[in-house]
């Protein structure tokens, strides 16, 4: 039967809690206020819902999710992924029967692995690329040559509805799919993303349909033509493949290939997807450096180098298979050229070179970057909160969306009509729809550089056009515009990355500041490439919204292939970050807190090490006997009140009501394999029917069935199971007195999900779960609290 | 009095034991017959001798422990650092006093300290270059001045006389300087680096004196001619900077700035280093993300964001530092173009490109560099071992070192003399020294490119003179006498690295297989630039030598300013190490387990689940009660054979024989500490006398006096010590029954010095360390087992 250990009395350590700050009791306080069923729940874990749910359920709960959110709360709907492995008798068998060669065919096979991921998503970059290309490219020819008929003949108004529809009907197509089918495709994907990797399971991110979804997504948004890039959602499409991939089977397609059965737990599957993000960041950018970087930046809490050599192979395969494609696609094969989605183009040798007066310039650009980052945030956050609130219904996410294609369309035609930026066209021209519109024969409308193309294109435009290509005035409305429709357009239910809009809007600010200092600075020749200030503002603007700093200066290196920028760009990010991390956090951040997502940080809180794990913890505490009767197992699972997933098993000593001495630790979904192979010791006398096997908790991995789908007679009630063989026999463990940022130490260091408080007698007290260490973050009062909520 | 726990019985899991392998118990029988006290001590952690003895005994000691040594010994002189933190009540009472701004203010400061740590080591990396070329410079003019006068007159041998001599001059003041006064700065200091970052304290390594030896050694061995670079020690002399620049005092010069007192524990110490040796990547090849690369590829078992962002600052404060004084230096001012010691030079936009069916190329040779990798290495392990057996007295060292000096000299003389290669002189030549010799005018020696040179200068012209510099008869013999002279210069008792020798064979052999090539293929524009293969055969040449895959794809990208040959070098560098890694381990290594290091990988050897921390742990362990008497604390600290460094400290239930339940940890430095301020209870009534504050431990960190140095009066031994406010409450615990690989996890993850294992009623059993874990590797059988040896 069950045993509930005691709760353990608060009041020995007295002294410590004496010394409590008044604000965390204000805290405290105002958590008992909020509820008291709401306090018990959230000491203790809950189940994972993600099994239990039909696609229909799905969409109806991923919008109820949004409405309550803001960011002092932590739900409780998300677990955390067992990157900790259980060593149980069976594990340690099969390994014991693995010989040295088995090991190394092990190892072969991830390398195998890994290179299938690379591939496939270079693969898949390369899709978006050219689809999104033809795609646009029809949609601006029509556009054009309507717009080239209508400027002779007047009513270009029909060339503007032509625009506007053709925008929305391509928005249309990619919001539907995003909204009814598979919300979790929407935005960049790259919070998710962020989450997965930190070690929190996150519902549908990593299943085949939403890469489907996604892919369609991105494509029609980039060319429905609004503010977004298709950078951002490679990463996320990198990620599924490789969660698809290393497990040999789709739970979607019902199709299991029986390879990799080995790479079936959340462990190897988790360092895959990180091998998957890096390649999509690789593909993207062309930066397989940064890819990596990026992953271990975001995900990895523990360095392994076999690991990261594996990363790196898997995004080496994956630029590589990209610049391939493409290079057979634009009929030069082998001339290995584009390595990356976005290619920013090589800069002169001339221009590459900067001055140490230059500098100053750089650091100021960067702090401009970081208040226009903050500020970007600032209104992303307001709208996202009001969407949150207000757009929760997918047909009306689905008629925002539309509604910004229009808008995006309008003002940019709008820009185009009425700037009259007339620019001699160059014999050489690389631009692909230079629009005449108003101008003299042989000129071409600046403004339409910027609008009418892929906002790819535009950046480049902006980077490497001669000077005098653009004049200020264009410049700076363009900036203002394509900021406001940017903020706008991110958030919008349809899949799109910010990356590519936010290096536009810095681009080209960067480039007014370049103009403006040729004016002002006596001698022109020095200041004579605004390309170069165009590049290091689409650094600072990028830095100033998503704040990251390592993988984002080599990302950006890799992708203009030039080393020399490198200090002055990691001088432009620190500075955008510490600016900007002044008023508000990085974009992907606000989202993640948005969505109540229990995230750890890199360290505790500095000023938590008075607090203990006894204070942290959930208590008390369900446990099981190393023999438990199925009855009570299948009564303690069937409590959707207190779901939890992990269950301490322990040895008694004295009496029953006692709390017992640890010796093991068993997982929710390692009990429902148990129940549903009924592993059960008949009227506790003969022996197992059939000996389990590590395969099939493999098999049930990852969408193990609810319990309530598991039928156990009356009879079968009264039998017995004997855990032993089951439970992870030494779970990691802690004593009461640990101090927080010890206990998250540990906690993060080794990915765990259970971490088990003891006393000193190694009795069970408590239970420290993720929630319970994500709820400790630093405010401006210093250590404040979150709230749990159920959703 | 001190407690020993009683030895755990073996047989309590005997099936386990009955499965193991026949091959471990080969091993074990060879453990017992390799001497039953040489085990017994191996299974105990001993006292850290850096402490108590003289520079004298140093460098007998230092010569000593050289010549029993095999890779199959682990010495037991190495002690581990103290990543984890102590949190005792002193600790938690200090974090409690300060406030959220104290805590913004350390960090502020470790980012001070960073950026100080990139500037000395900027600073230094310049002294070292500019020396290095003055030195160089004269040496070079008087002997071509020599060999100008005496071609026409003959008598060439009082050149190579002046040549010779010149050489081992210098070599010689670098070799005794090493030799005399301080060893460990011999060889390039990455095997030492990557030890102590590894976790394991090496004597002297951070040093001011190690560090200005370091620094005089490498002038002199670079000036003297000899086949190395100064690129390999400046990783060292950046980690010597940090560990110094971060503790705010020097114990060589006994001066205490009183600043940085907060870092003085091995944990912010070791963070600093890492900081510090990304610098010296970042100074030595202008590689700012490769030298992070390198820290953590090397170092780092816990990826901390703050602490990456911060050695990523302080490797781009260095390498700008060194660009910027060498700009001064060049009298350019301003024009930042020399970002490191080594600059490869930009390649031509035209060169750069690669094409498909190059990379066949390029994987075979990658093969060719990891097979002469190999060679290097097994040839430089052979001559290691002869070196440790028979050359290990420092004269024999010096002469040795001059010897090779003046070899080198006569070597490169004879080469040239012979070598009839004459090319025409262009006119824009960037040869410094060309020599005529016996070509006719308009004409120079190419062999004396190669060898009459620095050889940093000798690289650049192998990657940049344009085709038809060199005839490939030249290339092969330049190629095999290079590589004889490389392997027999490393290991020399003098300061210098094998990166830029490893490079320039590469180098010589790449472009002997560019100008094969073109030979063979019939286009021969395709194949014009024989420098991208000579780039390609030195990226293949130094992998296959050192093994490293990430960090050396960053280090070479950036070095050479290009990320388009990412993608090859990747290529190359995993084939070298994949065909390399078949035949023998890389050259750091190698040098690691000749030293007997306990080096921790990164994991546990994969066949080791079943061994668990009951068979790997040490015990039994020594252990003091909460309440010790003085006298039992100072017999157990002064005993010398079995010099413990932790002791658990224990509460006794029932009786005092038996094993006590663990309440907590104490280091002999902390014990030391309280001794030597007679932190004692007065006949166990009266408190305390002085209440010791942490700032005391910081005092006397890092060298703790030894034991003996302390006197305690006969009254005194009969008092009592209360260690409850001392000992970290909380250390961490393992289960007997907890499986290497887990035990090996939790002990990297955290960088742990002494991990206790406990029974189910917490009681300790023993001790795991270091040297527990270290001892267990993969060989060709399989498991296997190390032997423990004192020296």
Known sequence: MANIAKKVSWSSRGDDRGERTPLLNGAEDNKQFSGGSMFHVGRMSTVDLEEEITPEEDIVRSRLKEIPHNEKLLSLK?????????????????????????????????????GLIG???????????????????????????????????????????????????????????????????????????????????????????????????VICSVAGGLAVGKEGPMIHSGAVVAAGVSQGRSTSLKKDFKMFEYFRRDTEKRDFVSAGAAAGVSAAFGAPVGGVLFSLEEGASFWNQMLTWRIFFASMISTFTLNFFLSIYHEKPGELSSPGLINFGRFDSDSVEYNLYELPLFIIMGALGGLLGALFNILNYWLTIFRIRYIHRPCLQVMEAMLVAAVTATVSFAMIYFSNDCQPLPSDSTEEYPLQL???????????????????????????????????????????????????????????????????????????????????ASSKSIWADPGKYAFIGAAAQLGGIVRMTLSLTVILVEATGNVT????????????????????????????????????????????HWLTAREVMSSPV??????????????????????????????????????????????????????????????????????????????????????????????????????????????????????????????????????????????????????????????????????????
């Not at 008798?89 to 890994?114: P, T």
């Not at 990915?751 to 779960?769: I, K, Q, S």
Request: glycine share 6%; proline share 5%; charged share 20%.
């Open 565 to 608: 920028y490198g200090f002055p760009i990691m001088l432009v990010l620190i500075t955008a970050k510490i600016v900007g991390d002044y008023f508000i956090e990085g974009l992907y951040d606000i989202h993640i807190k948005l969505q109540s997502v229990p995230f750890l940080h890199w360290d505790a809180p500095p000023t938590s």
């Open 622 to 791: 369900t446990c099981f006997n190393r023999m438990e009767k199925v009855g009570t197992i299948v009564d303690v699972l069937s409590i959707t009140s207190t779901n939890h997933n992990g269950f301490p098993v322990v040895a008694h000593t004295t009496g029953d009501d006692e709390p017992g001495k640890l010796c093991g630790l068993i997982l929710r979904s390692q009990l429902i394999v148990l129940l549903k192979h009924k592993v059960f010791l008949e009227r506790a006398t003969s022996r197992l029917q059939r000996k389990l096997q590590l395969k099939d908790f493999r098999d049930a991995y990852p969408r193990f069935p609810p319990i309530q789908s598991i039928h156990v007679s009356q009879d079968e009630r009264e039998c017995m199971m004997d855990l032993t063989e089951f439970m992870n026999p030494t779970p990691y463990t802690v004593p009461q007195e640990t101090s927080l940022p010890r206990v998250f130490k540990l906690f993060r260091a080794l990915g765990l999900r259970h971490l088990v408080v003891v006393d000193e007698e190694n009795m069970v007290v408590g239970l420290v779960t993720r929630k319970d260490l994500a709820r400790y973050h630093l405010g401006k009062h210093g250590l404040e609290e979150l709230h749990l909520s159920q959703t």
């Open 119 to 217: 591939f496939l998503t270079g693969l898949i970059a390369c899709f978006i690329d050219i689809v999104v290309e033809k795609l646009a490219g029809i949609k601006y020819f029509a556009v054009k040559q309507s717009i080239e008929k209508f400027t002779e003949m007047g009513g270009l108004s029909i060339s503007l509805l032509l625009w506007a529809v053709l925008n929305s009907a391509f928005v249309m197509v990619g919001s539907i799919c995003v909204a009814f089918i598979e919300p979790i495709a929407s935005g960049s994907g790259i919070p998710q993303i962020k989450c997965y990797l930190n070690g929190v399971k996150v519902p549908r991110v990593v299943r085949l349909k939403t890469l489907v979804i996604k892919v369609i997504g």
């Open 78 to 114: 998300y677990e955390s992924l067992d990157y900790d492995n259980s060593e149980n008798q069976l594990f340690l068998e099969e390994e014991r029967r693995m010989s040295q060669m088995g090991f190394r065919c092990l190892e072969i096979r991830r390398w195998v692995i890994c």
């Open 438 to 520: 108003f101008c003299a024969d042989g000129e071409y409308n600046s403004m339409a550089t910027a609008f009418f193309n892929t906002p790819e294109r535009s950046v480049r435009s902006l980077l490497h056009n001669p000077p005098g290509s653009y004049n200020p005035l264009t410049l700076g409305v363009f900036t203002l515009v394509y900021f406001l429709l940017a903020v706008w357009t991110y958030g919008l239910t349809v899949s799109a990355g910010v990356f590519i809009p936010s290096l536009l809007i810095g681009a080209a600010w960067g480039r007014l500041c370049g103009i403006l200092l040729s004016y002002i």
